[in-house]
């Protein structure tokens, strides 16, 4: 299976009274609370974080887009993974994606993603999600009856400017271009692999399977809530007639290894509080506007993660926020020694039939050393004992086919005189 | 439809079915109604009802008006719309009240097409932006406060607007929430994200005698709008500010809000 390492960038100095006095940590949270000189030190600690994460053996590295919001410090992930495509070798790089209907024209997403493709020796995975509500609608302005299908002829644009040889017009219903000749054009062909961050949209299971890409489902709320998500998408896929492949599948899931439970959990408490309860304090009012999920969705009543994540935060107004004892017993986050941790990831991949695992092992507040020892211990001692998962038998078609590593470029020391 | 006296009639527009209700005698007196459309006949058409024949047909999107607002991307869509739909109710060239985003509308479409409308009564439109004074917005949710954002009486604006109807089996009760969400989603596509949609470069065509009427309380669109619509249409014979009603004025003072 492919183990990656995924970054939220979140802003670790929101205050301790953080949920008491602000209404929400996305859209309209306070900018006062933005320290820019220390954010400088975030973004570099985040920068090597993830370069570490991938020479230490990570399959690939995740980074995704949010906007005004303090726990995702990346608007644009193309900026930080274009560092990634310099500063690291092998490791796939997994943006998470760019929200297409965000981007005006949407050849714009076409370039980059191409320019991060040939920079980076053919390691993009292209991944196009919707985008929240709070990112798209409030945040972007975009009309939440219209995001869907402007995000959908977005896609089309964006794989026909990849592919088509020759010169195009393009006479969309959002978009009207007379020249499309998006210069240059991905390293892989015929594209770089397409993943779908998602939520539990049936619209969205369907499209994935129709147009062979991976379905990765990013929630914060761990694998025991993830299951009925993830039984769905399967359930469809069956339906559809499609294979079990696990790597069309991704799973996200928060982790913290030590070298024993107890140990590791006095060492995640705090860093997994701070983001259970001061990261995801957003508020109810930005979770679901009119038209963001489709009636069909609403009918079948699976809820958004987003939605979820609105019930929490006003659960958590009500009844006081999640113990760190909950959140460990729910599973939003997988604690224990590299044995235990490997036993219960092992059993989450099967159960979930997901081949592309997601970890998220720098969450909340935690710091640049404790970051590194999670991620070290991971590497050196959890990962060996599940990478064979489902290699036998599998095909993961939907990974990067970079250059050889021989024909790849490296970038020369530079020399600090 | 189950209101004394009120007829209900299917008229074609778009190629899909959208229901006109209709109620009274006389001169026939155009209705088009608010945010969240009507999903029963209220009091305050009853009141319109007692001096003229009230015609109401319903928005693309709203209860009753189908699905066709999935089609209209831009504000001439939405207007040929209003228009084809004025016709289709047999109300082409008559007097016209529009509440909100029904206000909005019928405003737009006297200034695309004068002949269209006769005589104006327009309830809070949205259209106009001041700056200063931003409209509330109407699209984020948090379910305890849109019955307050809406009206004045927000506890029985929620029961009788927000909540299904009792007895309603677990299907239905879904079905009936996703026509509110429908309507809420309709009015987003042509609204959100509530920025000036140009009327104020149109308002100049509206020619027809035009009477403005403003819940004093309004959260949605400040009464300090109704001057400035009042100062940028020259046939604005009338600017009634209603003591005690929000947005929804219909609700909130059905007897002020009719007398107009």
Redesign the interface.
């Known amino acids: 299976m492919k183990l990656l390492w995924f970054h939220l960038m979140p802003y670790t100095d929101l205050p301790d009274d953080f949920t008491k006095k602000h209404a929400s940590v996305w859209v309209d949270i306070d900018s006062r609370l933005f320290d820019a000189s220390k954010a400088h030190a975030m973004y570099n600690d985040f920068m090597d974080e993830l370069e570490f994460a991938a020479e230490i053996g990570f399959d690939g590295v995740c980074v995704n887009e949010h906007h005004q919001n303090a726990y995702g410090l990346m608007p644009s992930p193309n900026i930080i993974a274009a560092s990634l495509a310099r500063r690291t070798r092998d490791a796939a790089i997994v943006v998470m994606g760019n929200s297409l209907a965000l981007y005006n024209p949407p050849t714009r997403v076409a370039e980059e993603f191409a320019m991060l493709d040939v920079i980076s020796g053919g390691r993009l995975v292209a991944g196009f999600p919707v985008g929240t509500p709070m990112d798209t609608v409030f945040c972007y302005g975009q009309n939440p009856s219209q995001l869907r299908e402007k995000y959908l002829e977005a896609h089309d644009l964006v794989m026909k400017a990849w592919t088509e040889p020759d010169v195009f017009a393009w006479n969309g219903r959002f978009n009207k271009l007379r020249y499309v000749n998006t210069w240059p054009k991905p390293l892989q062909k015929p594209h770089p692999p397409v993943w779908i961050p998602g939520g539990g949209s049936i619209e969205t299971w369907r499209w994935c399977a129709e147009m062979d890409y991976v379905y990765a489902y990013l929630s914060y709320f761990g694998y025991k809530l993830g299951q009925a998500t993830m039984d769905g998408f399967w359930a469809e896929m069956d339906r559809l007639g499609k294979d079990r492949n696990p790597f069309r599948a991704g799973f996200l899931q928060f982790v913290g290894v030590a070298e024993t439970r107890k140990e590791a959990l006095e060492m995640y408490r705090e860093p997994a509080e701070y983001f259970f309860n001061r990261c995801l304090h957003v508020d109810a009012r930005w979770a679901n506007p009119a038209g963001y999920s489709s009636e069909a969705t609403i009918r079948a009543r699976v809820a958004s993660q987003v939605v979820a994540a609105a019930t929490k935060a006003s659960d958590s107004v009500a009844y006081g926020p999640p113990s760190f004892e909950e959140i460990v017993d729910k599973g939003y986050v997988i604690i224990g020694s590299p044995d235990e941790v490997a036993e219960q990831l092992r059993e989450v991949a099967v159960n979930m039939n997901v081949g592309q695992l997601m970890m998220l092992l720098q969450y909340g507040n935690m710091n640049k050393e404790l970051a590194f020892h999670n991620t070290e211990l991971f590497a050196k001692r959890v990962a060996p004992q599940l990478k064979s998962l489902f290699e036998d038998k599998w095909e993961d078609r939907w990974w990067p086919k970079p250059l050889a590593r021989e024909d790849r470029s490296v970038p020369r020391q530079v020399v600090v005189r | 439809m189950s209101a004394a006296g009120v007829s209900e009639r299917l008229v074609k527009v778009g190629g899909e079915s959208v229901r006109v209700w209709e109620k009274g005698k006389g001169e026939p007196l155009g209705y088009l109604a608010g945010l969240g459309g009507l999903l029963e006949w209220t009091p305050f058409l009853d009141k319109l009802a007692e001096r003229r024949r009230v015609v109401v047909p319903s928005l693309p999107g709203f209860p009753g008006g189908g699905q066709l ?2 089609q209209l ?1 831009t504000l001439a869509d939405w207007v040929i719309c209003t228009l084809d739909l004025l016709e289709a109710a047999g109300l082409d060239g008559k007097d016209l009240v529009g509440h909100s985003i029904g206000g909005t509308l019928a405003a737009e479409a006297a200034a695309f097409s004068r002949a269209s409308v006769k005589s104006l009564v327009l309830m809070a439109p949205f259209g106009l932006y001041d700056e200063n004074d931003p409209p509330g917005d109407p ?5 305890n ?1 849109v019955a307050a954002l809406f009206s004045s009486k927000p506890a029985e604006f929620a029961k009788a607007r927000l909540t299904p109807p009792a007895g309603l089996s677990a299907d239905d009760a ?1 079905e009936w ?2 026509v509110q ?6 009015a ?2 042509l609204l ?2 509530l920025g000036e949609l140009g009327l104020s470069k149109r308002l100049h065509r509206i020619t027809c005698p035009v009477k403005l009427v403003w819940g004093a309380e309004d959260r949605i669109i400040p009464a300090s709008y109704a001057k400035l619509f009042a100062q940028r249409l020259p046939s604005a014979t009338d600017l009634q500010i209603v003591a005690g009603a929000g947005h929804a004025l219909d609700f909130d003072a059905p007897e002020a809000a009719a007398k107009v």
């Open positions: 607002h999935r991307d699209f984020n949710r948090r379910a406060e879904t929430t996703i969400i429908r309507a809420i989603e309709a987003s596509r959100w994200p």
